[in-house]
């Protein structure tokens, strides 16, 4: 009887050893398929930044910015410091809606004059969404509209104050609406 019980803890801690490197090796194979996925993404989504392989063919001659649209050059993003939150009159009773929204411009100058004049860009967009209705913000139709009457009413103040129109979009990261 005794050589029985001393059997099962034999047996008892060859499973245990056997569980224990299962379970090592089966560590290892996960941090090796871990290590060859991060490698794969940052290769395949890493990009070159050289200028040479994003440079366009043919003319190297900058196109000439109108008076209506922003100057050329790259998107900066500058998010207003706080979210829009108003009441529109809906069907059967006020709903409340809290927007956060974003301009895009191009170039650092219209983003330094964009955050120059935060005020006068929320003084707008306040008036724009509080203008609006709880059945317009419903459906997709709607909501670009209000972006594009957004967009037409900033740059029409930012055109009196600067002489330019430094706003290129305006974008809703957020929208909510009870």
Sequence with gaps: MAEDKNDNDDEQVEEKTGSKKKKLILSGIIGIVLIVTVVLVLWLFGGSSSPESSAPTG????APSTSSSPEIGSALYVGMPRAFVFIVPGDSRE???????????????????????????????HEVFSSSTADRLKTAEGKGQLRELALTEVRSALQEITGKPVVEQVLFTSLVMQ
């Design 59 to 62: 003319s190297s001659t900058p």
């Design 95 to 125: 709903r409340t809606v809290q927007i956060k929204a974003q301009l895009m411009v191009r170039g650092e100058a219209n983003e330094e004059l964009a955050k120059k004049h935060i005020p006068l860009i929320e003084g707008t967009l």
